[in-house]
């Protein structure tokens, strides 16, 4: 009696579910796809297509020495199925990938609804399905009521409904010239924190940049009273005074800046983002200004005025898991190996970004019922550096991410100029990336 064949599920068809289940008919395993659409759409969703593009057509820049474009390139040599429907429906966007994200949808949906051995099964699911041998829940931010409980079972307190997330800048574009390391009261490692004082002139501009700066509109799923709650916006926090930042996220108590031997006038405090020391978020800054507010705003800290944003603060509705404590590096549930999660769920954040963990995770899925080992890219990759960050203990106070440059190892050679930089580090992560997979026979 021949041996019954392997199957796998993936539950949603977004650029994450696609990816997976491209990958896992690739492999020569057998797939049912699950989508809700047409029977039923998120708030967000309209077109009954998989991939569907909600926001931006854009899939951010194509050059190599830009963290998207990386991505990209990476995700080109694994097949990846969005970059090759991109590519094919682009329209003119300058140095950027746009889509006709009609055609772009569509595109995916014939190429992956058509793939050997895959089975599209379009029904909410409420519960993980029991003939699977591995299952790969792909939901993305914007998860249904009905798998809803099912993800709640599986994280248990580490699942997010809202994302309140503070900005992230680079650690090299911290001047640190205005900067300094204490931590308060001298409590703990001095480089557990990078101190932003203000003097009283430039905190009092500051305030009435901040309350005057232009939030950006809320779709009708995002309002919601208890996304502030214990996490308010610190534009909300300034409105309500001049000095309650003074008395919250900037207050100056325990802290001495060198430069004047006295305590600040205001002070904020970044806090490490990865084990790395690359990246810091701004402590307490949670905040739901325009992006383009909250790098002119947040710049008029000294220490900030030429700070790289890898990831801008936000506000919204954002299903997502705390994946140090759940996930491995291949996307596999720490307590379950036979359960794997993709997409912004996870904490990547962005189109390609979604797209690269369904990857992985289809990928991986499908070595693990091969019985082959994970692949864990070198940590010089994008897809890589982002997979070890969704996976990484040693990261407290998660915030979805999406690719920067500030994730990768630096390189050891100083380079001064950033698009030479920036290219430097590309070219390693493609060497590293065709070393790797022809050592594991990829």
């Known amino acids: ?129 029991a003939d699977a041998d591995v299952v790969i829940l792909a939901v993305g931010p914007l998860a249904s009521d009905g798998i809803a409980p099912v993800i709640r079972a599986l994280a248990g307190d580490g699942l997010s409904f809202y994302d309140a997330a503070a900005p992230i800048v680079t650690a090299e574009s911290v001047d640190m010239s205005e900067a300094f390391t204490q931590s308060r009261y001298d409590r703990g490692g001095e480089a557990d924190y990078i101190n932003c004082p203000m003097n009283k002139a430039q905190y009092e501009a500051f305030y009435e940049a901040i309350i005057s700066a232009e939030s950006a509109p809320l779709h009708s799923f995002d309002k919601r009273k208890d996304v502030y709650e214990g996490c308010m916006p610190i534009e909300v926090l300034a409105s309500r005074g001049k000095d309650t930042m003074r008395y919250g996220p900037l207050k100056p108590v325990g802290l001495v800046d060198p430069k004047t031997g006295h305590r600040p006038w205001a002070n904020l405090q970044l806090r490490k983002e990865n084990n790395a020391g690359t990246l810091y ?53 720490r307590k379950d190996p036979h359960i794997y999660f993709a997409g912004q769920i996870t904490g990547v954040e962005g189109y390609m970004e979604s797209a690269a963990s369904g990857i992985l995770a289809g990928l991986n899925a499908a070595r693990a019922l091969n019985g ?27 915030q979805p991410m999406g690719a920067n440059f500030g994730v990768l190892p630096p390189n050891p050679q100083k380079i001064r100029d950033k698009a030479e930089r920036y290219m430097a580090l590309a070219t390693r992560a493609m060497a590293d990336l065709t070393a790797y997979k022809e050592s594991v026979n990829l």
């Open 1 to 129: 009696m021949s041996a019954k064949k392997k199957k796998a599920a993936v539950i949603g068809a977004g650029l994450a579910g696609c990816e997976a289940a491209w990958q896992l008919s690739r492999a020569g395993i057998a797939v049912d796809l699950y989508e809700m659409k047409p029977e039923k759409h998120s708030p967000a969703h309209k077109a009954d297509t998989f991939a569907e593009l909600v926001c931006s057509n854009s899939l951010k820049a194509e050059r190599l020495n830009s963290a998207a474009g990386l991505l990209k390139a990476e995700m080109e040599t694994f097949s990846s199925i969005c970059v090759e429907s991109a590519k094919q429906t682009r329209v003119p966007a300058g140095g950027a990938l746009a889509v006709d994200r009609n055609a772009f949808s569509e595109k995916i949906t014939e190429a992956v609804t058509n793939a050997p051995g895959v089975r599209v099964i379009h029904k909410e699911v409420t519960e993980l399905p």
């Open 281 to 333: 978020n701004l402590v307490g800054f949670q905040t739901n200004l325009k992006f383009g507010e909250q790098k002119r705003v947040f710049s008029m800290f000294p220490a900030l005025k030429n700070a790289e944003f890898v990831r801008y603060g936000v506000m919204h509705r954002n299903t997502f898991i705390d994946s140090p404590r759940l996930l491995r590096a291949d996307f596999s549930l």
């Open 372 to 398: 082959q080992e994970p692949v864990v890219l070198p940590p010089t990759t994008m897809m890589g550096a982002l997979s070890r960050y969704i996976s990484d203990e040693s990261v407290t106070h998660f």
